[in-house]
């Protein structure tokens, strides 16, 4: 991976936070780094982000995407720790799978899910590759703060169209490419980088990198249209209840601008 001498901003929560330098994207090496991070300190830098929360301030409690998923195959693209898939198996979903890049996140779910009396059909791969997943067989396709870290959105889209079902629903959130430009200082919100900008970027967190592209929302939008999904709902405003429970930089931007966005489409 080449890297050049532009230095960029990174934004995680109310601020910038470490590193960040534009390269140039190999898919190959993206997917080495980025599983080696998730392998390692990826739990411990970035914690975990599960249902119900679909991430900063928006919750299925109160969005109720899901709907009933009793007796529903069920897909997460980008399982983690399995705390999601324990989420949707605790509600009667009869079939659970879920795949990641990871290994190491794979252990942890399968431990997760089974000291939970829980089990799944896990899988390691990129989620933009073939790894084996049924096609035309799940009721439900969702994905809690991991789209984000593919390098081929217009294939993980394709792909996860063919695993639905006709009418079946994809559910998926990110971080809001907005927040990613805009950072906290004395109390004033600042814009540090480009809306367009959807070039590559590595960020060295302590010890430990990670690497990313900050897609616009109509990029999001528009690849699904053309993945054949329509889109039902978009929401991006936090809400007021979880708002009030912290009174940090970053609730205070949320109030201003979106942090999190969570997209619900139907296959046609």
Known sequence: MEKNAVSR???IG????GQAVSIHMKKDTVHRANSLFWDTKGNDLLGTTALPHYGAFISEEKCQLLGDITGKKVLEIGCGTGHSLQYVGERKASELWGVDLSQEQIKKA??????NGLSAKLVCSPMEEECGIPQNYFDIVYSVYAIGWTTDLEATFCRIASYLKKDGKFIFSWSHPIHKCVAVENDTLLFKKSYFDESWYSVTLGDSSLTLSDRKLSTYINVLAKAGFIMEELIEESDEDMLALREDDFAKKAKMLPATFVIKARKQ
């Open 14 to 17: 109310g601020g910038e936070v």
């Open 9 to 11: 901003t990174n934004i």
């Open 110 to 115: 399968e431990e997760h899910l089974t000291a």
